[in-house]
């Protein structure tokens, strides 16, 4: 009886990892971009930006999506560096009714702000000077660079020639294993990149305990509004969507569904083969995953996942299966390693997405 | 020799996957084979854990019932869903070659139900418990708290030996094996529209013959459309590929009565457990 209990717990383990693995992931997500030191609080709005260094006199931001707010609530008044990493081009900060220009000499998506505080709580806005005109933009969409990591620079490159692109957006699984060295490497490699890159996680990521991705790019799940068009990140590493996610995600549904909203995610909630099934583990999950989306208008779905291209509708909406970062590819398919190139427009949607093969080289 | 057939089929499944990063047209092919390679291996490998472990055992297959008609409860836990206890309700007809089984799963405190009904024409049977048959199945399921519903069409063709037939230290033991396909129509109710998705099916099982004319099994189930869905073998690796595994054990209690318990572990947790009423049956 007592070798039979000293499984138990085991099996209680094996029961709860089963049915919500990626319980632990959400909870994280709630602390991102808040942290204190004896006299200095500082606190981005939505976590949208994770908190990398941060001292009296420094502070350094990894930014998860293109503007960015916050409070610096400092006792003494003086100067404080800032560093924004992952930096829209040419962003600008206003605090105090006043604009900062950017100044760094480590690439266009570091920002970095000499700032003078004042006591007191300071309100800042990092953004690009358009960010709340409702003109027409492109961004590009690419996932699953895994195996390919050493040379996604090649990638990086033919994305940022593409004229006008103001971010990426990638479905997650950058790297293979999560190991240290992959992210050391992924960052090494975007600088080639000229535009932010805003992703969630894949499967492959989520191989190595969470903290790691955490602590270097903050939520798993991210939502963002950029000039009149909502974009939902979300975290389907464990190809499922965890509960309270989903509630994030209602809101973000809610808040967003008289605008143009796009949704991103690394699993297709059904695979456009079938009988393949390269989906969430849930049928049934996938399908309320879709009535939700479809309930919210969402106007555009992006997936990751399969080394391929597909567009498809599901639910009506436009879908678009693009896993072309370099992992080992699907074969005889005619598609080989690609992005999207997604032109929006706040006022009527979506206008066209385009696959970009990436050159031979 | 079964366990290298088994290792066979499921490394050519294995590579045709892998040489074309499951390319849409041979993961057709190459997903049935990499799963009743794996089926058939597993059952080799617990079939030689029973044939240890037993040495075989005088048990047999349980004799047919005509008809019977079952009343259960169930237990559904699946955070990503509202509904949690059901009425199970379920019966069989056997009429020669052919039988017939509809069932219902009716959630209790939520609005959710699973009808289906299955029909099979055994294409050879002998009086052994071992058989060859055609299935086909409709499946409504409707989650109305979600504002969705699915209907699904299936066909499969499943067999059943009875392991005895291959040794003695096999007796009492059988083994199970279904492959086909099936359409899955899905009505978004809420948002007005609908889409569809075809899927694969397969399932693999062991299983024992029980003193009494009963019988336990072990099995794994690819599709990841029923409660269980799939399997998520830990927090880090795996997800979105595999099926669910279960277990399920009937005993007659008597010519009148059998008691029935189930049990399937995918992304949910699945326990049923109910009576059996039989008519006709000889034990």
């Given at each position: ?72 609530d ?7 560096r ?7 081009p ?32 300071n309100q ?9 005109s409702?003109?027409p ?32 957006v990638?479905?997650g ?104 099934n ?40 436009p ?17 080989g ?5 997604v ?11 385009a ?7 | ?48 854990l ?85 299935q086909?199945?409709?499946?409504l ?17 499943a067999g ?68 269980a ?7 880090r ?47």
């Amino acid at each position: 009886m007592t070798t039979h209990c000293r499984y138990l717990p085991l099996l209680l383990c094996l029961i709860t990892a089963c049915i919500r693995p990626g319980d632990d992931r959400p909870s994280m997500d709630q602390d991102v971009g808040v942290a204190s030191i004896p006299g200095f609080v500082v606190d981005v709005d939505n976590g949208l930006a994770v908190i990398r260094e941060f001292s009296d006199t420094h502070l350094v931001l990894w930014a998860e999506a293109p503007v960015l707010s916050a409070v610096l609530d400092r006792e003494i008044a003086g100067p404080l560096r800032l560093t924004v990493l992952n930096c829209m081009p040419g962003a600008q900060l206003q605090m105090n009714q006043s604009w900062y220009q950017s100044h760094s000499e480590n690439g266009v998506t570091e920002c970095v702000f000499a700032l003078d505080l004042a006591a007191g709580p300071n309100q800042i806005t990092i953004a690009p000077r358009d960010y709340e005109s409702d003109d027409p933009y492109r961004f590009a969409v690419m996932g699953d660079i895994q195996t390919a990591l050493g040379s996604s620079h090649e990638v990086f490159e033919d994305i940022s020639a593409i004229p006008k692109l103001r971010f990426l957006v990638c479905t997650g699984d950058i790297v293979q294993d999560g190991a240290e060295w992959e992210y050391e490497l992924f960052q090494e490699k975007l600088q080639s990149l000229a535009i932010p890159i805003f992703t969630t996680v894949g499967n492959h990521e989520v191989r190595q305990p969470p903290q790691r991705w955490h602590d270097l790019f903050g939520q798993f799940s991210v939502h963002f509004r950029f000039k009149g068009v909502d974009f939902s990140l979300v975290d389907s590493g464990n190809a499922s969507i965890d509960p309270e996610t989903y509630q994030r995600l209602a809101k973000w549904l809610d808040d967003g569904r008289e605008r143009v909203h796009i949704f991103a995610t690394h699993f297709p909630p059904l695979d456009p083969i079938g009988p393949r099934n390269a989906s969430f583990r849930s049928r049934n999950e996938g399908v309320k995953l879709l009535t939700r989306l479809a309930e919210g208008s969402v106007d555009l779905m992006l997936f990751g996942h399969i080394h391929s291209y597909y567009k498809y509708e599901n639910a009506g909406i436009p879908a678009y299966v693009s896993g072309g970062g370099g992992a080992a590819p699907e074969q005889y398919d005619g598609i080989g390693r690609h992005f999207l190139v997604v032109d929006v427009d706040p006022e009527s949607g979506l206008r066209k997405v385009a696959r970009v093969p990436v050159n031979a080289r | 020799m079964l366990s290298a057939l088994g290792a066979g089929i499921a490394t050519l499944g294995g590579v045709s996957l892998a040489s074309t990063g499951a390319n849409r047209n041979v993961s057709a092919v190459g997903i049935p084979l990499l799963v009743s390679g794996v089926g058939i291996f597993g059952i080799s490998w617990i079939a030689d854990l029973y044939g240890s472990a037993t040495g075989g055992t005088n048990a047999g297959p349980p004799e047919p019932t005509p008809v019977s008609l079952s009343l259960g409860y169930g237990r559904v836990d699946d955070p990503q869903f509202l509904y949690e206890h059901f009425a199970v309700l379920s019966a069989a007809f056997q009429f020669g070659r052919f039988q017939l089984e509809p069932s219902l799963w009716a959630a209790l405190g939520a609005d959710n139900d699973r009808s289906r009904v299955a029909g099979s024409y055994s294409l050879w049977k002998t009086g052994l418990g071992t058989e060859v048959k055609l299935q086909v199945a409709g499946t409504l399921h409707n989650f109305s708290d979600e504002g969705f519903a699915t209907r699904t069409a299936e066909s499969s063709l499943a067999g059943r030996w009875n392991l005895g037939s291959l040794g003695p230290r096999l007796a009492g033991s059988f083994a199970v094996l279904s492959a086909g396909v099936g359409y899955e129509s899905i009505d978004l109710q809420m948002a007005g529209t609908t889409t569809g998705s075809s899927l694969l099916l397969g399932r693999a099982g062991f299983g024992a013959f029980l003193p009494g004319g009963g019988e336990a099994e072990f099995h794994y189930d690819h599709r990841r459309d029923t409660f269980a869905g799939g399997l998520t073998p830990s927090r880090r690796r795996g997800s979105g590929f595999a099926g669910s595994v279960g277990v399920s054990l009937r005993q007659p209690l008597g010519r009148r009565f059998a008691f029935k318990l189930a049990s399937e572990l995918g992304s949910a947790w699945v326990v049923s457990s109910g009576l059996e009423v039989r008519w006709g049956a000889t034990q």
